[in-house]
């Protein structure tokens, strides 16, 4: 399975909040990436999600998209990894960005 | 002195060595009648070689002296784009703001990889590496508080965003402004490794 953020969701992601503007990291997570990553649990399929070919990303974006997934959805840190593969040609070190956001979210979910 | 400049020092002396050489023979040749044409042949030789050699180093320095260059005018648009930025620094429209944070990204990316093909020490890539940096100016640049803490501390809130203009509070403006200043000195003082090297 595959997600193009540049195609499948938008050329210009957005804030982190549906409140706050369009194309958002809230509604790529709950309308494309959560269910993805849902189907991909269940079907022991990987995900890959492609983030090139988009005008830039927030940290906001990113952090409600990745690590919303653990903080708002309930999923946990080792089910995400064992399906989810990124891709950033444009800007490696995003992936880098992306696994602080999950393990900090992971992180403050065992906390509480 | 470096390496290259004493090897191009060394030469230079022989391939003058080689010319004095071709010069004695030439006026001792006149006179001494034990001169031969072997003589000549190896005088001449030395500073043949001498010559070729000297040209040879010379070239790799211009080819050296090039790629600094290079490197220094890629480091020039970093810094050019940092300045930039600063149009951002009570916030703006989000795309705008993303968009420039990667194509800060992609130029730190695009000078750290011609470093590794053009051979540069440890110590450059390092000076050239803008990795902590770019992601901490994108933290300090467009993160807002998750869904929960906006709730909960809508007004204390640091970066706010309505309508996808992200709007900054006094103390995170000022803290992008520094953070871009660290950016830019850093950027200058990667010249100046990049152009003693």
Redesign the interface.
Known sequence: MKIKVATDFAA??????IV???NSG?LFRTEVLFPKIVQALNTNDKLEVDLDG????????L??SF??LI??NGLNLTQIRSVLKLISR?????L??ISEYMTEAQEEASRK | MNCRNLTFFVLAILASYGLLLVTLVLFLGIFDPAFTLGNLIQAASTLGAGLLVAKYVQKENQIQFNQKQLLVSQLQVMSEKLIEFHGFKSGGPLVEIAAALKQLAMRAGAISAAADELGFNASIKNRISFTEELSELRRIATQTESLKKMEAVVDECPAVVRDGILVLASERASQLESHLEKMQIKVFKAQIAVNAS
């Not at chain 1, 444009?90 to 995003?94: F, I, K, S």
């Open positions: 210009a992601p957005g804030p982190r909040a706050e503007g369009k809230e988009t005008a830039g990303y927030g940290t906001s974006f952090e409600e690590g919303g903080r708002e444009d800007e490696p070190d995003l880098d960005e």
